[in-house]
């Protein structure tokens, strides 16, 4: 994707990062996903008074959170406007890094954990049977009360891009074009990925930090580990959105005739 339309997606906030309108992009029908009312983001604690005012002008109703508890409570979401905050995890709340930080050797072992056969496992995971992605599609379910909605986690890579992968293929989006809007956070994310390779440079050895910047960013098989994985339960994806999140034929279209142009 070029810069132009990774200019057009991007939100123009001054606190926060990898904030992106989903809208614009096209089903295999033709249509599009209407602009200003799915938005996904990386953490939303450093937004300014004009970001806030900003979102405020977008009317939002929801912003669902995929943080742990940990996360969050460092750092909190703020209030937007009338907006009603929910935070369900996709991870497990107590996992290594709930209390990693307590220790001196944190940032070490808090980076060791992110290789390549890690991602693999956990993105295969996360899309089954996960209690956050079965509340964020009940929101999806009801558009008119619930959108527009904001998404996110602490990069909005991982987490918020499974999610607004189950949430555009729900509206009739190509896989092929899931993933690469999926894979654009590697370039919004630029700066982002450049200062934690800085900072794991620091502690390191050559050979693991070569390791560790070939796994950190985005790859498509992360992805597709996890659109495998529901093609492997479910067979289909029809079948899944069935299963999972109660979502049939009938309810699909009527989130497709709010959400799509």
């Not at 370039?187 to 560790?212: C, M, P, R, V």
Request: hydrophobic share 35%.
């Amino acid at each position: 994707m070029n810069n132009k339309n990774i200019h057009k997606c991007l939100l123009p906030l001054h606190g926060a990062i990898n904030f992106r309108d989903m809208g614009g992009i096209e089903t295999s029908d033709g249509r599009k996903v209407k602009k200003g009312i799915l938005f996904r983001a990386a953490e939303l604690a450093g937004l300014t008074e004009q970001d806030k005012s900003f979102l405020e002008s977008l009317n939002i109703k929801s912003i669902f959170d995929y943080r742990r508890r940990a996360e969050a409570e460092r750092k909190p979401d703020p209030m937007i406007g009338q907006a009603i905050h929910e935070r369900v995890s996709v991870a497990a709340e107590d996992n290594i890094t709930t209390h990693l930080f307590e220790k001196k050797d944190a940032p070490k072992e808090y980076f060791s954990q992110f290789t390549v056969e890690g991602f693999l496992k956990i993105y295969a995971k996360m899309p089954i049977e996960n209690p956050s992605y079965q509340k964020l599609m009940e929101r999806l379910k009801n558009p008119e009360e619930n959108l527009p909605l904001i998404h996110h986690c602490t990069a909005g890579r991982d987490r918020t891009g499974v999610g607004a992968m189950i949430m555009l293929m729900t509206l009739g989006v190509p896989y092929e074009i899931v993933l690469e809007d999926y894979l654009l956070s590697n370039e919004t994310l630029a700066d982002y990925h450049n200062q934690i390779f800085i900072k794991t440079s620091e502690f390191f050895t050559e050979e693991e930090w070569i390791g560790f910047k070939d796994a950190f960013p985005l790859r498509a098989d992360y992805l597709h580990a996890a659109y495998h994985s529901i093609l492997q339960k479910y067979g289909y994806f029809d079948h899944y959105i069935m299963r999972e999140f109660g979502i049939t034929n009938e309810i699909r279209k009527k989130i497709q005739e709010f959400c799509l142009e």
